[in-house]
């Protein structure tokens, strides 16, 4: 679940100067690229891949939960609700591809694609 976390985490500018104080920016979201290349750079292959890429689903589901019960109501400071919705909203449009692509059977079939020389050799 760490890489996901992290390869989530670094979609979001948490320094972002103005309300709701962050701001997501989706063209630092994830390729299935990205997460080979630190998967591979761990010294793992299309298990792990499979595994980062549920954890990027559920991360963002457990951060809208965690925003949405860290809401106490409108404040000047940081924006829980504003936060919670984002991460939800990515939570429904990331599993709904997920779906879309065939869900686990599709990731391990596209793990199978991208770490073809390992399991051709097995």
Same mark, same amino acid.
Do not use: H
């Given at each position: 679940?760490?890489?996901?976390?992290?390869?989530n985490?670094?979609?979001?500018?948490?320094?972002?100067?103005k309300?709701? *104080?962050?701001?997501?920016? @989706?063209?630092?979201?994830a390729?299935?690229?990205?997460?080979? !290349? /630190?998967? %591979?750079?761990?010294? +793992?292959?299309?298990?792990m891949?499979?595994?980062?890429?549920?954890?990027?689903i559920?991360?963002?589901?457990?951060w809208?939960?965690?925003s949405?019960?860290? *809401?106490?109501?409108?404040? @000047?400071?940081y924006?829980?609700?504003?936060?919670?919705?984002? !991460? /939800?909203? %990515?939570?429904?449009? +990331?599993?709904?591809?997920?779906l879309?692509?065939?869900?686990?059977?599709?990731l391990?079939?596209?793990?199978?694609?991208?770490?073809a020389?390992?399991n051709?050799?097995?």
């Amino acid at each position: 679940m760490d890489f996901g976390l992290l390869l989530n985490e670094i979609t979001y500018d948490f320094l972002y100067d103005k309300f709701p *104080y962050w701001k997501y920016c @989706e063209e630092l979201k994830a390729t299935d690229e990205i997460v080979e !290349r /630190y998967v %591979r750079a761990y010294g +793992e292959g299309a298990e792990m891949w499979v595994e980062v890429k549920q954890s990027l689903i559920a991360s963002n589901y457990i951060w809208a939960m965690w925003s949405l019960a860290s *809401y106490k109501g409108p404040s @000047e400071g940081y924006d829980f609700l504003e936060y919670a919705l984002t !991460r /939800y909203r %990515r939570f429904k449009n +990331e599993y709904q591809q997920f779906l879309e692509n065939g869900g686990l059977e599709g990731l391990i079939r596209r793990s199978r694609e991208i770490f073809a020389v390992e399991n051709s050799s097995t």
